[in-house]
């Protein structure tokens, strides 16, 4: 037996949006994803500075350079 569609459903009414707002369009559907890509390259580099410098605490040259600076 096929399962009939609700068109009325919440899930169909944002489907709907989303393929006329973002994929109907190349245009659009492609400066979607370059800037998604771009956002979550940003995110993701943020994230792992931040891992990065918390496990790496006071070994790094800026947690050191005050005892090898020579101040003029």
Known sequence: MPVQSNNG???N????FGYN???KRNSIFLTTIFVSA????????SV?????????KGRQW?????????SE
């Open 9 to 11: 459903s919440a899930a």
């Open 13 to 16: 009414k944002f489907a709907r």
């Open 21 to 23: 707002t973002i994929v």
């Open 38 to 45: 771009f956002a979550a390259e940003m995110v993701f580099d």
């Open 48 to 56: 792992s500075d931040r891992i990065w410098d918390n496990i790496n």
């Open 62 to 70: 800026k947690d050191i350079a005050h005892k090898y600076e020579e």
